[in-house]
């Protein structure tokens, strides 16, 4: 454990990329509304009020922020086939294609930190990048069901 805490900051302060740019229209993107693509999966939806208590901010002002991108085709609000009272929120194609240009990783500085390694380190330290991605994956999934659960 102590070496992802370790390692992972070094990766983000080397790549980051310092600025938001707007979509391919000229729209301009906050930073809050990055930080919620960020936030946000193609197929597996978050609540507003979940989204909200992870950002730290209210309910209205993340539902505020939710329609602008669905007006901009970013977002889309899908119901819960399990309960249809709830309404989650996940990206669009689009969202995603912008959420990507947005990455806080610089490709050009990735790219050139990975081709300081080794062709064989490079597939081990990716290898172990997905095995992290997929974990993380698993966990909001199982997060997402406690919640459901909890929330009934």
């Known amino acids: 454990m102590h070496r992802l805490f370790r390692e992972y900051p070094k990766i983000y302060l080397a790549c980051h990329r310092q600025h938001v740019r707007g979509d391919e229209d000229?729209?301009?993107?906050?930073?809050?509304m990055a930080g919620i693509l960020d936030h946000l999966h193609?197929?597996?939806?978050?609540?507003?009020?979940?989204?909200?208590?992870?950002?730290?901010?209210?309910?209205?002002?993340?539902?505020?922020?939710?329609?602008?991108?669905?007006?901009f085709g970013y977002v889309r609000r899908v119901r819960d086939e399990s309960d249809r009272r709830r309404v989650g929120v996940r990206l669009?194609?689009?969202?995603?294609?912008?959420?990507?240009?947005?990455?806080?990783?610089?490709?050009?500085?990735?790219?050139k930190m990975l081709s300081l390694l080794s062709v064989s380190n490079r597939e081990l330290a990716l290898h172990g990048l997905e095995l992290l991605g997929n974990a993380a994956e698993r966990l909001m999934e199982r997060q997402q069901l406690r919640r459901r659960r909890t929330a009934k």
């Open 26 to 32: 000229g729209r301009g993107l906050s930073e809050r």
């Open 92 to 111: 669009t194609s689009s969202g995603a294609r912008l959420r990507e240009q947005n990455s806080v990783l610089d490709p050009d500085l990735a790219q």
């Open 42 to 71: 193609l197929q597996h939806p978050r609540t507003v009020s979940e989204l909200a208590r992870h950002l730290s901010v209210t309910e209205s002002t993340m539902s505020i922020q939710i329609s602008k991108l669905e007006r």
